[in-house]
């Protein structure tokens, strides 16, 4: 069965700073993996996404994740946080075989300036 | 990427009615739609997979014959909560396209 676990609720960085969101994954097949940010009173967004290839994945708004198959990880990375990520992150995760999403708890992101 | 809609964005309504819940693909000609539920502070749920022309696919635990899912053409999806109960208040999203999805803006429901 698919699963996807984010540990933290809540993440907390100062303006300027690197920021990681984690995520880890399980699924039968070869995974598929995403991550979509939600802003208060807003629709998701996807912001990226990956299938296969390069293990660091750029996105939107200058976000990366990097796919680690070793250790399950899909963790979000920014170099340097804005104000404005602050926001609700999802990590989702399908296998190769079918089309059911799976969604993570979420991690909210507070940015303080 | 593919651009969604709902209608409406809030509904409230009096326990025991229906109500109906439009999803447009309007630039994506879907297939497929997904509906999900998405409760405070908590994650999406799947509840369904929409299939064009075709009977929905409903995920465990979730009523099929309260959560009453058509999917006419290729670019409408409506979601029907019949008789509504207080606990059937949420925010219901859908979604296309079975990769990366896009997101409709939701649909607050408040049953009273």
């Known amino acids: 069965a698919q699963s996807v676990a984010q540990p933290e609720d809540q993440v907390n960085v100062a303006e300027g700073n690197p920021l990681t969101v984690k995520c880890t994954y399980s699924v039968s097949g070869n995974p598929y993996l995403f991550w979509y940010v939600q802003y208060p009173n807003r629709g998701l967004q996807f912001l990226l996404k990956?299938?296969?290839?390069?293990?660091l994945v750029k996105g939107s708004y200058g976000f990366e994740a990097e796919f680690n198959k070793s250790q399950t990880s899909f963790h979000l990375k920014k170099p340097s946080a804005l104000v404005s990520d602050s926001a609700l992150y999802f990590c989702?995760?399908?296998?190769?075989?079918?089309?059911?999403?799976?969604f993570g708890a979420g991690t909210r992101l507070f940015v303080k300036a | 990427g593919a651009v969604v809609s709902q209608h409406p964005s809030w509904v409230i309504c009096k326990s025991g009615t229906s109500v109906k819940i439009e999803c447009r693909s309007l630039?994506?000609?879907?297939?497929?739609m997904f509906w999900y539920r998405q409760f405070p502070k908590q994650s999406l749920m799947l509840m369904a997979t929409?299939?064009?022309?075709?009977?929905?696919?409903?995920e465990q635990g979730v009523e099929k014959d309260k959560f009453l899912i058509n999917h006419a053409s290729l670019t409408l999806s409506t979601l029907t909560v019949t008789s509504a109960h207080p606990e059937d208040s949420s925010f219901y999203i859908c979604s296309v396209n079975p990769y990366e999805q896009y997101f409709g803006p939701g649909t607050r429901l408040t049953v009273t």
């Open positions: 630039d994506f000609q879907a297939t497929t």
């Open positions: 990956y299938i296969t290839g390069d293990n």
């Open positions: 929409s299939n064009e022309g075709s009977k929905a696919t409903y």
């Open positions: 989702a995760v399908r296998d190769d075989r079918g089309f059911k999403t799976i």
